[in-house]
């Protein structure tokens, strides 16, 4: 990969990372998804996409703090972003069985969140009050999570901002990562200004995401109680049934899956206890009244009643559009309910996107890969039935919205695909992360591995758009039982392997050859002593210098505004 600069492609850079953003800003606002909503001075800082920002973390006892991380307590330090000090803020450890994970691999590379205001009220990054920092676990690409929201924003969702930080802790190497905007007061103002309505992270208590952070969640009862061959397994085209969890699962309800009724939004009664793993997921403060709206909404939205009113129903249409193209089964749409925000505003409801380390099938334990490249678009839900996700299937129940799904669906393949945008932005972004990826002392992966998973993400991307245009024209059916039926025009995946890209079982868990796992020592290493190696500098620096800042030839999909108008 090429590392030469040049200022003509840096003013090109310049000038076509101004125009992504302006685009997909009105775009996002033609689909109602930024109403209200003001631009927040942290936007073109830590989230300019065009390079690789920098982040040190001081800290007196960095070896204390990872001790303890699973405990999930902020502890106060400061941070450098970009060479700006930011002092006395909270830090913490993040993630549900994540958590476990990066334990039980013997690695020290954990997620983490920061809160600029913990610990002195008024603090922020240019207006932002929380960050996340995600160590790109069950990720051999590296962009799941990155390219999963720039789809969801050229689509039209209101989705979190990201780019990638490389990460120092006391000026020494810890990782590359991706920066996440966190889901609260300053992406509500951004998106919805400064009269925002509720914002709620649904999930149950024993799904990993509520109190505790993943403490409660029994893996190993997951697995057990999903069905052979698969934890979450996609629409079989072979003649089998549908693969389904046992019963009602961890949180029994309708449908099968295993969060409870209240994660899946479906109306129980009009008992704000019957709706605890909502409510008490709140990111708002909220009051009687709020619980009482948001409790009429999910009645009305049960019934089907006055849909226009109760549901933002085009950006909830662009956000299952994008959702269901990347076939992300670690959600709202799979068998774990969860990984999503729901926002409220005066009775009307939507989703926020969150969390898809797992997308491009990394949740599913197939081996078949076609079968997550022709996953049905309009059968979308695994694990159980496209019925008991309510805040889906009002889609469906029309045929109006349904045409409108699928006209959002045709306009994001034929701009984000069609166009070339999407191999050039993969391209683009690889060369400008893979020399970071390459000196990253813990990645879960080796570079060979990165290198491999880019191909296989690329590749997937590809064929899957390719089925999705086939869906929507008719030529491959679009529903698992129609799929079942005739499976002669699904697109081949022969050659595909969805585990190059990393994939819930994390085969490579127990190897020793990574930077965070057994065999590496990078967890023992003591900053305080100084007692730190990576290797010789010629191993660890810039194989070629300082990469290119990354370009957008093609600038962004076109603004459009809803098709049709407002139904």
């Not at 709620?200 to 109680?225: A, I, L, N, T, V």
Request: charged residues 25%; proline residues 4%; contains cysteine.
């Amino acid at each position: 990969m090429s590392t030469h600069k040049n200022i003509d492609r840096l003013c090109w850079a310049a000038m076509a990372v101004c125009l992504l953003l302006t685009v997909l800003l009105c775009r996002v606002r033609a689909a109602g998804g930024f109403s209200g909503g003001r631009t927040m001075g942290y936007e073109d800082r830590l989230f300019d996409t065009g390079s690789v920002h920098t982040v040190d973390i001081v800290m007196d006892d960095w070896n204390g703090f990872i001790e303890a991380c699973e405990n999930e307590e902020y502890v106060p330090c400061d941070v450098v972003i970009d060479g700006e000090t930011f002092k006395n803020v909270g830090i913490r450890a993040k993630g549900n069985t994540s958590l476990r994970n990066v334990s039980a691999m013997g690695s020290s590379r954990y997620s983490f969140k920061i809160e600029f205001d913990q610990y002195e009220k008024g603090n922020s990054y240019h207006g932002l009050d929380k960050l996340s920092l995600n160590n790109i676990i069950q990720d051999n690409t590296y962009m799941k999570d990155y390219l999963c929201y720039q789809m969801m924003a050229a689509a039209g969702a209101a989705a979190p901002l990201s780019s990638y930080v490389y990460i120092t802790v006391n000026g020494e190497d810890w990782g590359l990562y991706l920066a996440v905007e966190g889901v609260e007061e300053s992406f509500l103002k951004r998106n919805y200004g400064s009269q925002y309505g509720e914002l709620y992270k649904p999930d149950s208590m024993d799904m990993g995401g509520g109190p505790g952070h993943g403490q409660e969640f029994d893996f190993e009862r997951f697995r057990e109680e999903m069905p052979e061959g698969g934890r979450s397994a996609p629409p079989s085209v072979s003649g089998n049934e549908i693969l389904k969890p046992p019963g009602g699962g961890f949180g029994g309800g309708l449908g099968g899956g295993m969060g409870s009724d209240d994660v899946k939004l479906i109306y129980t009664d009009d008992s704000n206890e019957s709706y605890a793993n909502i409510f008490d997921n709140a990111k708002t403060d909220i009051t009687d009244a709020d619980r009482d709206r948001l409790i009429t909404a999910l009645r009305r939205l049960n019934a089907g009643e006055d849909i226009a009113d109760t549901v933002d129903t085009e950006e909830v249409i662009r956000y299952f559009a994008a959702h269901n193209f990347v076939c992300n089964f670690d959600s709202y749409t799979g068998s774990m309910i969860h990984n999503y925000y729901l926002y409220e505003k005066d009775g009307q409801l939507s989703m926020i996107p969150w969390d898809y380390n797992l997308a491009f099938g990394g949740f599913q334990a197939s081996e078949d890969a076609g079968e997550i490249v022709n996953f049905p678009i309009d059968d979308p839900v695994s694990g159980g039935e496209t019925s008991s996700r309510p805040m889906l299937a009002w889609i469906f129940d029309s045929e109006e919205y349904t045409a409108l799904y699928h006209q959002c669906f045709e306009e994001f393949i034929s701009e984000y695909f069609d166009s070339g945008y999407f191999e050039e932005q993969i391209e683009l972004t690889a060369e400008l992360i893979a020399p970071y990826v390459e000196k990253d002392p813990t990645k879960f992966c080796t570079f060979k591995e990165f290198e491999t998973g880019i191909e296989a993400l690329k590749t997937f991307c590809l064929l899957r758009a390719e089925s999705v245009k086939g869906q929507l024209n008719g030529t491959i059916p679009s529903t698992a039982e129609g799929q079942r039926q005739d499976s002669s025009a699904l697109i081949s995946a022969d050659g595909l392997s969805v585990s190059d890209m990393g994939t819930m079982d994390m085969g490579n868990m127990n190897r020793g050859d990574m930077g965070g796992g057994p065999g590496g020592d990078f967890g023992q290493r003591d900053f305080e002593n100084g007692d730190f190696e990576i290797g010789a500098p010629g191993e660890q620096g810039f194989p070629d210098g300082v990469p290119e800042e990354r370009d957008f030839p093609h600038g962004a999909p076109e603004e459009k505004s809803f098709p049709g108008g407002a139904p």
